[in-house]
């Protein structure tokens, strides 16, 4: 199980840093996904690192304002998010699958372990 901490309600320009960790599985042995979904949309792929973290993938609407990272213990798996936009706002989830090895997944229908989300809300 997968276990997401770090949410917080924010303003505009501001920075969090949310972690995944894991219960009772490695975060070491597959690529880790963060996801983030709004009532009434579909969970949205925003970043993802592959198991050997020289692979990441950001969304176009992050991309350069976000940062995916796994500490060397390979236990956590962390999104620094900069210069926060109201549109950031959602709940964010990490997600991993367990043959998936690299980020060759997008959709959340083919991720298998979830955690319960934390809540991103980004407001003046």
């Known amino acids: 199980q997968l276990v997401e901490s770090g949410g917080a309600s924010v303003q505009p320009g501001d920075s969090l840093r949310l972690s995944c960790a894991a219960s009772g599985l490695t975060l070491g042995s597959s690529a880790v996904s963060w996801f983030r979904q709004v009532p009434g949309k579909e969970r949205e792929m925003v970043s993802c690192i592959s198991e050997s973290s020289d692979i990441t993938y950001y969304a176009e609407s992050v991309k350069g304002r976000f940062t995916i990272s796994r500490d060397n213990g390979r236990t956590t798996v962390s999104l620094q998010m900069n210069s926060l936009k109201p549109e950031d706002t959602a709940v964010y989830f990490c997600?991993?699958?367990?043959?998936?090895?690299?980020?060759?997944?997008?959709?959340?229908?083919?991720?298998?372990?979830w955690g319960q989300g934390t809540t991103v809300t980004v407001s003046s």
């Open positions: 997600a991993s699958e367990r043959l998936a090895l690299s980020c060759w997944l997008y959709r959340a229908a083919e991720y298998g372990n």
